[in-house]
């Protein structure tokens, strides 16, 4: 049972441009979603969030869009930059008897081509 | 700050065979998570910690997993025995108990290969 999708399995872009990642979700009781960024050989950090309580959450090159009603969000880079060259994964929070759970997607290849 | 400490970084192991990771979270931080993330899916939650005591184990497969943290701070995930099944990167990772809504800090991972 695939909560949280990602199916995009890669993407390339041009240096300069914008990147968008998208994520589907299929639970309406998940109430924050977030995004990781992977290099190989580390583990995920976190990049930037949002409370389904709102549809736009903006930090430096990066944007979160959540449309609660297509339960789809998607991440904008712009520009992109070489070094956003990584895996890109979308988490979904559910609270589950006080325990906080994070699902996350099969995340996404980004490779910015200079 | 120093991160999310995780040992060893990579293990090989024939199946059947035991193996354990440890973890040493951020300091302060009351809520530690084992992950399994198998090549081309993302982390699958198997257990949460706040402090020692356990929140979910409800995806850890109990009859060869287990995984403690007797003191509220370092934890271990122990599999036995292994099966090929189990080939993965092991994540943990921690968070503050309140504050910094959600955000959970990974460390590098133990990359496990059962052959």
């Known amino acids: 049972d695939q909560q949280v999708k990602q199916n995009s399995p890669s993407l390339s872009v041009q240096e300069g441009r914008i990147s968008i990642l998208n994520c589907d979700y299929t639970?309406?009781?998940?109430?924050?979603f977030l995004w990781y960024k992977k290099y190989p050989a580390e583990g995920p950090t976190f990049l930037i969030s949002i409370s389904s309580i709102k549809d736009k959450n903006e930090d430096g090159r990066f944007t979160v869009f959540l449309n609660k009603s297509a339960k789809h969000l998607s991440l904008h880079i712009v520009p992109s930059q070489p070094g956003d060259s990584a895996v890109y994964f979308c988490a979904a929070c559910n609270r589950i008897q006080g325990a906080q759970k994070l699902v996350f997607g099969q995340g996404t290849r980004l490779t910015i081509n200079p | 700050e120093a991160g999310v400490a995780q040992s060893p970084r990579y293990k090989i192991i024939e199946k059947r065979q035991s193996v354990a990771f440890w973890c040493n979270p951020i300091s302060g931080h009351a809520t530690l998570y084992w992950y399994q993330q198998i090549l081309g899916q993302g982390p699958k939650l198997l257990i949460q910690?706040?402090?020692?005591?356990?929140?979910?184990d409800s995806q850890l497969p109990k009859d060869r997993f287990s995984a403690e943290r007797l003191k509220g701070v370092d934890s271990t995930l122990k599999i036995q025995p292994a099966k090929l099944e189990d080939s993965a990167v092991y994540l943990c990772?921690?968070?503050?108990?309140?504050?910094?809504?959600?955000?959970?800090?990974f460390g590098p991972g133990t990359r496990l290969t059962v052959l």
């Open positions: 910690f706040q402090n020692n005591g356990v929140v979910d």
């Open positions: 639970n309406s009781m998940f109430d924050y």
């Open positions: 990772a921690s968070r503050r108990l309140a504050g910094g809504p959600y955000t959970q800090y």
